[in-house]
Each structure stands twice: as C-alpha cells, then as structure tokens.
C-alpha cells in the first residue's frame, strides 16, 4: 500500500478508535467532529483518499459503511485513564485508574502519557466538557496559555496556566462562572503534573 499523509493518518487513526470503542465505524459527521474538520466534505477527502491507497473500504449509500482493510496493523499503545485522583496519592496510582485504552500514538501532534477524565464545566468555553479525556504529557516545562495538570494540596485541577510574577502564578479557569486560583509561591505549594496535547470525547 501507499504512503498516506499526516491528516489521511489521523482519519485511519480515528476509524480505528471509533470501531474500538464502539464497535461500528464513525460517519463523516463524527470525523469532522472528532477532527475539528469544519465539512464532511473534508472528511470525505481523506476518506476517497485511504479508499484508493488500499486502507480502507467504503460501501455506498451506508452511513457508516467504512471498514479497515489491514486489521493486522499496530493499532497503538495502551494508556491508563485517571478518574477522580485519591488525596494524596500519585496521579497514575493503581487505585486512580479506571481503565485503559488504545491509540495510536500519531493521534495528537505531540506524544503523551495518559489520558485524564475531566471532572465538571470550569473549561468548558476552551470546549472541554465533563467527562472528557484529556491527553496528559508529563512535564513541568509549561508556558503562559498552556492548559496544565496541577496539583494544589490533595487536589487536581485542570486550568490555563498564567505567571503573573516570579511568585504569582494564577490558574484560569474558562467559564465565567469560577474564579481564578492565585498561588503565592512562597506560602503555597504548586506542583504541575503535565499539560493538556489533545482530547477525546466519546459521542
């Protein structure tokens, strides 16, 4: 078979994950809503695309007649998903994980290391609802704007990250009905755990 581009990549990628976790393969509307493709005409690009590279095989006039030609592909790497954090305890935890799954590690532009499931609406106009999963890269190297993992106390929030200071660190929630958290460095711990790469939302 062809070489297939880096978003006919991400298409496949996300068919596969569709027919892991649900069993059936995605329609055109739930690529472009997976994907961020603003038309199923998108879509339907890289799907004619993959069809004539020998990826897959499209039936017409079905919906969802999509079906992966190589199953015997490396479909990906299994990472944990952190539900509700224990106090005190270590994110990844045995007792903090409810399951794993699969993907495929070119599903994001940037690597990462588990998945988080978010836990109520403070993010939800940068478009991050409850129960989503957030794509966590562990690191403590985070600049103004990053959307970070921190741990303040026994408790992990997801927030914007925003240095006012050498001291001052406040975490912005995007939601106007919640109030920044500002963190004096000198009084108070904060520990960045990761930052956010990417999203998975199950329908």
Do not use: W
């Amino acid at each position: 078979m062809k070489e297939i581009t880096s978003q006919q990549q991400r298409v496949l990628d996300c068919i596969q994950i569709y027919l892991k976790k649900t069993g059936f393969p995605p329609t055109r509307a739930d690529i472009c809503r997976e994907l961020g493709f603003k038309s199923p005409n998108s879509a339907e690009t890289h799907l004619r695309a993959l069809e004539k590279k020998g990826f897959i095989s499209i039936e017409s006039g079905a919906s969802r007649g999509i079906s992966v030609n190589n199953q015997n592909n490396s479909f990906g790497d299994e990472y944990p998903v952190i539900g509700l954090v224990a106090a005190g305890s270590p994110t990844l935890a045995e007792e903090n994980i409810e399951r794993t799954i699969n993907c495929p590690k070119s599903f994001f532009e940037s690597g990462f290391d588990y998945f988080l499931k978010v836990r109520g609406l403070s993010m939800k106009d940068a478009g991050i609802m409850e129960d989503d999963l957030i794509a966590v890269k562990k690191t403590t190297d985070v600049k103004n704007g990053d959307i970070v993992i921190a741990r303040l106390d026994d408790e992990v929030t997801v927030k914007f990250f925003n240095r006012k200071s050498s001291n001052i660190v406040e975490l912005e929630p995007a939601n106007e009905d919640f109030e920044n958290i500002v963190i004096n460095l000198e009084s108070e711990q904060l520990h960045i755990e990761g930052k956010s790469v990417g999203l998975l939302r199950r329908n």
